[in-house]
């Protein structure tokens, strides 16, 4: 069983920027590809940001890349999400996820991971 516990997320003006961070649990975490995803209110859950165990293999949705930038400490059992130049749009709770096994090309599919945070809100404001 893994814990993850996502921090960092806040009240930002349009063009700023936020890091998230989530913690695991278990002494597993370096073998799961990661992930984070969002849902604004009214909306279903999307795809943001993946990574796979080894932290070499990187997936972006469209609509974030070249803004947003995920990485991994598996010495600290966390991954981030560094956004940068948010846009109101970008409001939403955001989550983190662990898969596993490794994903390949499932790396941008929610239904794959096994667990979940309780999620981080970020709210960006023009």
């Known amino acids: 069983q893994v814990q993850l516990v996502e921090s960092g997320g806040g009240l930002v003006q349009a063009g700023g920027s936020l890091r998230l961070s989530c913690a695991a649990s278990g002494q597993t975490f370096s073998t799961y590809d990661m992930g984070w995803f969002r849902q604004a209110p009214g909306k279903e859950r999307e795809f943001v940001a993946a990574i796979s165990w080894r932290g070499i293999g990187t997936r972006y949705a469209d609509s974030v890349k070249g803004r947003f930038t995920i990485s991994r400490d598996n010495a600290k059992n966390t991954v981030y999400l560094q956004m940068n130049t948010l846009k109101p749009e970008d409001t939403a709770v955001y989550y983190c996820?662990?898969?596993?096994?490794?994903?390949?090309?499932?790396?941008?599919?929610?239904?794959?991971?096994?667990?979940w945070g309780q999620g981080t809100q970020v709210t960006v404001s023009s």
């Open positions: 996820a662990a898969s596993r096994l490794p994903l390949g090309d499932g790396l941008g599919y929610a239904q794959k991971y096994d667990y």
